[in-house]
């Protein structure tokens, strides 16, 4: 008994070893749950990190199923137990103990205990699950289902005994029972159970279907990159403009480095809006998927953003519709514009209904923060009471916000401390009772956001929050040490919940 015991341990707790959370971590430093589909299985490694790394977790997760088998042939403990460590292998590789609970379907460890139960007959089904998966569906439930009933007739005309031939139908209900959180998941977005059946059996003719709406955003959303590959979010870079050349947004030059950079040496980075011919490049890709696209843009009063926006969905029109919408606000107030407004299309809403809604959205989003200096500001002249601080004697931290297009002061302090209480005690005054999502941002002062992102998230408990770096153009304006909220006002429709 004990032996058995031991095995079927051994086999959950070598299943819980995720190689597509370690290898994407080693390969990119991102975890692989916040890319893509975020299911940590091979299929997810190809389409967000490579096809080298899927090769590698591929392989490690069959190994999974395939150890369990062997070990209880050589313990001679029969196919019965063999299966039982098969099927906790792949319990273990979906809900791993080392990771939160948190892994992949199971289907590649499924695929190596087949391998190891009945190697001949499993290579000769791989072919048509390879077909049923990555040809007709893009779905590996669907290949799953086609490829391993087709295995259980194999098994069966073989003349195996009933446990071998069972097999590949019991792993395909262990696997279901494993999905169960995923399905309620996908059923609380998608409530219509023919989408949803047509989404999990068929996702690659779903996809093919245009979209109707693209939603477009610029580098100083500031959203975090797994936010934007999840909901969709098209990003278009903004320039810096530094002596050593011209780097985009976000993209060309670590935000880390540039802040360090901007403290240790003496110079006033500028910066450049997209030109109407990077937007029309990204237009022209969306309008082979996409019925028409919105575009977010920071205030049209502070930057060029929206103009260009506008400029190149003129040399569009008539092949295909643009609509640009000045969010009023910047940095992750404007991202959460976007962000609403990519939920609602994803949803499948016309275009006019998710455009009235995003003049409901601009009203509920804001942005408050405090600077290290008042120097970036007033050289690029957006601030005029900037200028009159600048020239005193006194060095103040400011408490500012940006509203109706317009960066405001709402006070100063003597004390960076006494800054972030007045911008607390506003926030508190302002938003007490408000159901939130809320961003922390900063420009280089990470440990100051994360005790911010403390305080206030056990003040406001908000639906979903995170923390983010401003991009290096927002920086060039704001300084390093900028600590700021931004909050998005739930309207009380679900569907711009961001949960």
């Not at 007739?153 to 446990?163: C, D, I, Q």
């Not at 107030?333 to 275009?351: H, N, S, T, W, Y």
Request: charged share 15%; proline share 5%; aromatic share 8%.
């Amino acid at each position: 008994m004990l032996e058995r015991f031991l095995f079927v341990a051994g086999a959950y707790l070598f299943g819980s070893i995720s190689s597509a959370i370690l290898i994407t971590r080693l390969w990119t430093g991102k975890d692989i749950r916040t890319l893509g589909n975020r299911n940590a299985g091979a299929a997810n490694v190809a389409r967000s990190v490579g096809i080298w790394p899927a090769v590698c977790v591929g392989l490690v997760d069959s190994s999974k199923g395939a150890l369990p088998v062997l070990v209880a042939r050589a313990l001679g403990l029969g196919e019965t137990w063999a299966l039982v460590g098969a099927a906790v292998a792949v319990i273990g590789h979906s809900y791993p103990v080392y990771f939160r609970f948190r892994g992949g379907k199971g289907l590649a460890t499924s695929l190596g205990a087949l391998l190891a139960l009945t190697p001949l007959e499993t290579l000769l089904i791989l072919p048509v699950l390879g077909v049923v998966y990555l040809i007709l569906t893009g779905s590996a439930v669907s290949g799953a289902l086609v490829g391993l009933l087709l295995l259980v007739g194999l098994n069966w005309w073989r003349g195996y005994s009933p446990v071998v031939v069972l097999s590949p139908l019991i792993l395909l209900l262990v696997m279901g029972l494993c999905t169960i959180p995923q399905v309620l998941y996908d059923w609380a977005r998608r409530p219509n159970a023919g989408k949803l059946l047509c989404y999990w059996l068929s996702p690659k003719e779903t996809s093919l279907r245009p979209r109707p709406v693209a939603i477009v955003t610029d580098s100083i959303a500031s959203l975090p990159e797994e936010i934007c590959v999840r909901e969709g979010i098209a990003v278009v870079p903004l320039s810096l403009i530094l002596p050593q050349g011209v780097y985009r947004d976000g993209i060309d030059i670590d935000a880390r480095v540039y802040y360090q950079m901007l403290r240790a040496e003496r110079f006033s980075p500028r910066t450049s809006a997209p030109s109407p011919g990077e937007y029309l490049s990204l237009y022209q890709r969306l309008a082979s998927d996409y019925e028409a696209a919105i575009v977010v843009t920071p205030p049209a009063a502070l930057t060029q953003t929206w103009e260009s926006a506008r400029l190149a969905g003129e040399m569009i029109r008539g092949t295909f519709t643009v609509h640009v919408i000045d969010s009023h606000v910047a940095g992750p107030a404007q991202g959460f514009v976007a962000l609403a407004l990519a939920r609602l299309a994803r949803q499948g809403l016309p275009l006019a209904a998710i455009l009235q809604a995003a003049e409901v959205v601009r009203q509920q989003v804001g942005f408050v923060g405090v600077l290290n200096t008042l120097k970036f500001l007033a050289e690029g002249g957006r601030v005029a009471e900037a200028q009159q601080w600048v020239k005193s004697a006194l060095h103040v931290y400011p408490v500012l916000s940006i509203a109706q297009g317009r960066v405001r002061v709402l006070g100063m302090a003597r004390t960076k401390v006494k800054a972030v209480r007045r911008m607390v005690q506003w926030l508190q005054n302002t938003l007490h009772g408000r159901e939130l999502a809320l961003a922390f941002c900063h420009t280089d002062a990470a440990a100051e956001a994360e005790s911010l992102a403390q305080e206030l998230t056990a003040c406001f408990h908000p639906n979903q929050w995170f923390i983010t770096e401003l991009t290096p153009v927002i920086g060039a304006h704001a300084g390093p040490g900028l600590l700021g909220v931004a909050w998005w006002i739930q309207g009380g429709d679900e569907g711009w919940s961001p949960c």
